[in-house]
């Protein structure tokens, strides 16, 4: 399973970024998908993830500002952050976990500068 990241980048506090993540076809399912980021020195963290069903769980660190979506009955997400904060700097990676394997994208830059 290849999974493509798009939409990173630099941005000023306050602003937003729409991070993708679609993952390769072929892929028969629906899958729970997820990015993750990991800030310099820092552990790789959870940011939003998706179940196979919809639910959606977010950090609280990014509550009420990211939202993340699948579309329809694909394994494709969309994360949208807003207000975002010199903290949310970071390498976000796009996963997804199919039968017993976790598969991860290449990470994407997302650089918040005040």
């Known amino acids: 399973v290849q999974l493509v990241e798009s939409g990173g980048g630099s941005v000023q506090v306050g602003g937003s970024l729409r991070l993708s993540c679609a993952a390769s076809?072929?892929?028969?399912?629906?899958?729970?998908m997820g990015w993750y980021r990991e800030a310099p020195g820092k552990l790789r963290q959870v940011v939003a993830t998706?179940?196979?069903?919809?639910?959606?769980f977010y950090a609280s660190s990014v509550k009420g500002r990211f939202t993340l979506s699948r579309e329809n009955a694909k394994n494709t997400v969309h994360l949208q952050m807003s207000n975002l904060k010199p903290e949310d700097t970071a390498v976000y990676f796009c996963?997804?976990?199919?039968?017993?394997?976790?598969?991860w994208g290449q990470g994407t830059q997302v650089t918040v500068s005040s």
């Open positions: 996963n997804i976990a199919t039968i017993g394997t976790f598969h």
């Open positions: 076809e072929g892929l028969s399912g629906i899958w729970p």
């Open positions: 998706i179940s196979r069903d919809g639910e959606i």
